[in-house]
């Protein structure tokens, strides 16, 4: 039997605090190199930036805002070799998607989001599907929570192919306190 060990970053509390923290995890992770793209939530543009310019020329940077993101953040994206992706679809709040929401929710806020970002840039055909990538998102700002998984599309996500099914290979950094949304 194979055995890897790897480092995993609990936060006590949920929120942006934390975005500096992810972002190191991220990296650090990285160093391993079978994971070539980030892709992160980035409602203004914000955080998106922020991971741009840490990981410019290490890796693919996608940021992901289903709002319009501020043309000035959206500019210093692209400009620092990322892709920015606004104005996107939700498809966890999709009909028929409560329950599959749901459960990610009780990974925590930035899980759930982490999780859509993928297939959102799956959908969009920003990124490749059936490759492993980094997820990123937080939970409100910021970024608290960054996971590796498979890309698929969310027409894929519990298909028949196992090859094509998503799948959450790693926790990188999560936060042991969950924000729920009333």
């Known amino acids: 039997m194979v055995k890897i060990d790897r ?7 949920p929120g942006p605090e934390n975005t500096e923290d992810v972002i190191k995890a991220v990296a650090r992770r990285l160093e391993v190199g079978d994971v070539r793209t980030v892709v992160v939530a980035s409602t203004s543009g914000n955080t998106g930036a922020k991971f741009a310019e840490a990981l410019k020329g290490k890796v693919k940077v996608v940021a992901i805002s289903h709002e319009k993101m501020e043309a000035g953040l959206k500019d210093r994206i692209v400009k620092l070799g990322g892709i920015a992706v606004d104005e996107t679809h ?4 999709e009909r028929g998607m409560d329950k599959v ?3 990610f929710y009780s ?3 930035g ?3 982490a999780v859509e970002v993928i297939l959102i840039a799956t959908d969009k055909g920003v990124i490749k599907p059936y490759e492993d990538v980094i997820g990123v998102a937080g939970s409100g700002e910021g970024s608290d929570t960054a996971i590796v998984a498979r890309s698929t599309t969310t ?18 950094a999560m936060p042991l306190k969950k924000k729920w949304w009333d």
């Open 7 to 13: 480092v995993c970053s609990y936060f006590v509390e």
């Open 90 to 93: 939700l498809p966890l709040h």
């Open 101 to 103: 929401r749901n459960a």
């Open 107 to 109: 990974l925590g806020q």
């Open 111 to 113: 899980f759930k989001v």
């Open 155 to 172: 027409k894929e996500i519990f298909g028949k192919d196992p090859g094509k099914k998503l799948e959450i290979r790693e926790i990188i």
